[in-house]
Antibody, heavy 116, light 108 residues
């Protein structure tokens, strides 16, 4: 079974960068699927942020395009989220997920607060 | 970008009652996925490609729809079905994924 686990700091200061890691076990991120970052705001709204395809190509939500980067380390079977110039509005629970026909595997999520 | 509007936002149902949650798309889409989320947990794929139940989903759940109108139905509500349900779709090009605002379903 595919398993995903998010990790990273739970507190980030405004104007800094948010960096998270998703470690994948049970499947190689270069074998197939798209590998996503999704966030859930307080109040429970879900927002898709972007993905990195198993080929290495990326696609981002246009609302974040100037601030987001998704990369990977294939040797560690990990992919990463970097979100620049964060504000308090980026406070959310961040999930990584994989999709073939649908987002069928999710990590447990990591809560990130943006605060000085 | 397609907007998904779910209704109702909150509802409660008695055990055994039939439940229907709707998802309206701002433009025609070819399918809809549904997710179930319980407090403190990540969303789970529940129904995919409009009408296919994900692994382990009870047969009392069903999905239907086409065009701009989709629905998730529970034939007979059970306590374990209390959760928030989200619809989700992906536009063709560029591929942008959108979630509905969610329907919180409570047990009476």
């Amino acid at each position: 079974d595919v398993q995903l686990q998010e990790s990273g700091p739970d507190l980030v200061k405004p104007s800094q960068s948010l960096s998270l890691t998703c470690t994948v076990t049970g499947y190689s991120i270069t074998s197939g699927y798209s590998w996503h970052w999704i966030r859930q705001f307080p109040g429970n709204k879900l927002e898709w942020m972007g993905y990195i395809h198993y080929s290495g190509s990326t696609n981002y939500n246009p609302s974040l395009k100037s601030r987001i980067s998704i990369t990977r380390d294939t040797s560690k079977n990990q992919f990463f989220l970097q979100l620049n110039s964060v504000t308090t509005e980026d406070t959310a629970t961040y999930y990584c997920a994989s999709s073939s026909y649908a987002m069928d595997y999710w990590g447990q999520g990591t809560s990130v607060t943006v605060s000085s | 970008q397609i907007v998904l509007t779910q209704s109702p936002a909150i509802m409660s149902a008695s055990p055994g009652e039939k439940v229907t949650i709707t998802c309206s798309a701002s433009s025609s889409v070819s399918y809809m996925h549904w997710f179930q989320q319980k407090p403190g947990t990540s969303p789970k794929l529940w129904i995919y490609s409009t009408s296919n139940l994900a692994s382990g989903v009870p047969a009392r759940f069903s999905g239907s729809g086409s065009g701009t109108s989709y629905s998730l139905t529970i034939s007979r509500m059970e306590a374990e079905d209390a959760a928030t349900y989200y619809c989700q779709q992906r536009s063709s090009y560029p591929p942008i994924f959108t979630f509905g605002s969610g329907t919180k379903l409570e047990i009476k």
